[in-house]
């Protein structure tokens, strides 16, 4: 009977530790099937982290730009929005259960971060490997 | 004969009854609405918008200003805050229905008061009235704060923002600590 209990106990301790993994890898391998489909390869996670170190030009008071002057260099750290100063989750699935599991989100946040910080919207290409970059933190 | 003034004492006294009734649910709006403005009661708007900084209640500018704002998220001050046309939808709906014009709330009214009608700011902090009320604040105070940074900051200080209340003695200047005039 004790075994029984200790064996539910253990079973329903995974299940809810690996829901939001299950979760993540849902939203992000949604996005990355369908940046292949529009021409992009795998993402490649080293590729990936070389655009997240890249500085980018932007207008005053924020010249140089990139991923890190709002999410920080290491993703498992808290970020900072650059303007407002509010302090952003970590990206880092490992230490944010909640991040990567929302397509929706992904887009959007894809869609403005890129404008601001590169000028211009992410290709396929690039997007697929800032996603397999963040997957692995 | 005697009907009528039977009849009018039932009327009276369901009159008389029901005034408590009608108090008591009303206080604690009647007090917000006397001192406060009306709080964020969109889960949309709150959580688009509070993802960069404080959703700032819709009753603080008028609908012409939101309208403004809305026209413009893709240089929202200096960063890019587009929206899907679904949510655009459901925020400037929440914006303009919930403005400082069609507000009762003593803040609303006030900032409406402090505005030309042709007057249409789209930063809280530029409206005459929010000015008026932070003009003795020395800049040490907010914009050299690091804590603060800019009047924009509402919540840094005002510990009630987000529940509609910015009286003075919920005011806790970070580094400094309250303010009294």
């Known amino acids: ?82 303007r407002t100063g509010k302090v952003l989750k970590p990206l880092a699935p490992s230490v944010n259960a909640s991040s990567l599991t929302k397509t929706k989100k992904i887009k959007k946040w894809f869609k403005r971060n890129c404008k601001w910080t590169v000028g211009r919207e992410c290709s396929v290409q690039e997007k697929a490997d800032i996603l397999a970059f963040i997957k692995q933190q | ?107 609303s009214r006030k900032i409406m008061r402090s505005l030309n009608s042709d007057d249409t700011p789209i930063r809280i902090s530029e409206t005459p009235y929010i000015k008026h009320e932070h003009d003795e604040i020395p800049d040490k105070l907010i914009k050299h704060n690091k804590k603060v940074n800019s009047l924009a900051n509402c919540n840094a200080c005002h510990s009630k923002a987000e529940q509609g209340l910015y009286s003075e003695h919920g005011v806790n200047i970070p580094g400094f600590g309250r303010w009294d005039d």
């Open chain 2, 1 to 107: 004969m005697k009907h009528p003034v039977v009849i009018s004492s039932i009327i009276i006294t369901a009159f008389v009854a029901m005034v408590p009734v009608v108090f008591s649910d009303d206080r604690r709006e009647y007090r917000q609405r006397s001192v406060g403005v009306a709080p964020v009661s969109s889960p949309t708007y709150e959580e688009e918008c509070s993802s960069c900084h404080m959703a700032y209640p819709p009753g603080l500018l008028p609908a012409r200003s939101w309208k403004k704002v809305m026209a413009g998220l893709e240089t929202h001050f200096g960063d890019n805050a587009e929206l899907d046309e679904e949510t655009f939808k459901n925020i400037s709906d929440f914006l303009i229905s919930n403005s400082a014009d069609t507000s009762d709330y003593r803040r």
């Open chain 1, 1 to 82: 009977m004790k075994n029984i209990l200790i064996g539910f106990i253990t079973a329903s301790v995974f299940t809810i530790h690996s829901a939001p993994v299950m979760a993540e890898n849902n939203a992000a391998n949604t996005l990355m099937k369908s940046y292949q489909s529009h021409g992009a390869m795998v993402g490649n996670a080293k590729n990936g982290e070389k655009f997240w170190n890249q500085t980018f030009t932007g207008k005053a008071p924020f010249v140089e730009r990139s991923c890190k002057t709002c999410h920080t260099a290491n993703l498992k750290n808290s970020g900072e929005h650059a």
